[in-house]
């Protein structure tokens, strides 16, 4: 498997976003989705990254700096294809993408996710994520569930 960075003029790129957008459509409410864009890829903000084989990208994630108050990196679009999971990926992608964000000194990493997601959200949890509220443009939802991590520097 080769680590690549997401384009957005690349066909698995777009594959991948479309499976997306259809699970995350499958799941919850169309109005509740918040997600990166193929044209926000091209962004000097965004670090996007992809595992591909010759199944296309079979595993990708991005982290979006944000500069508030106190800035801080989205993870957005982590996302394993279905006969892919299982086998450790969605955490290389988040360690990537964890240590990129400390390499950037991004001091804190926020998402937002659904109850759905189970495994996702156990995910987090093992690496230290801790509940937050909203943050950015979200809003109290019951669809969406917030989470923090604050990494030192």
């Known amino acids: 498997m080769q680590l690549v960075d997401l ?3 690349d066909p698995d790129v777009i594959t991948v976003f479309s499976d997306i957008d259809r699970l995350i459509n499958s799941l919850y409410p169309v109005a509740t989705a918040q997600s990166l864009s193929l044209n926000e890829l091209g962004q000097p903000n965004v670090f996007a990254i992809g595992l591909k084989n010759d199944d296309g990208i079979v595993a990708c994630g991005a982290i979006v700096k944000q500069l508030d108050t106190v800035p801080y990196g989205e993870i957005r679009r982590l996302y394993v294809k279905p006969s892919y999971r299982g086998k450790g990926l969605s955490r290389r992608i988040m360690q990537i993408l964890l240590h990129h964000a400390g390499e950037e000194q991004i001091p804190l990493i926020r998402l937002e ?5 189970k495994k996702s959200i156990s ?6 994520f801790q509940p937050c509220g909203p943050f950015g443009n979200y809003t109290e939802n019951p669809q969406s569930l917030f989470m923090e991590l604050g990494l030192s520097q």
């Open 7 to 9: 384009t957005p003029d």
């Open 113 to 117: 996710t659904g109850p759905k997601q």
């Open 123 to 128: 995910l987090y949890e093992n690496l230290g």
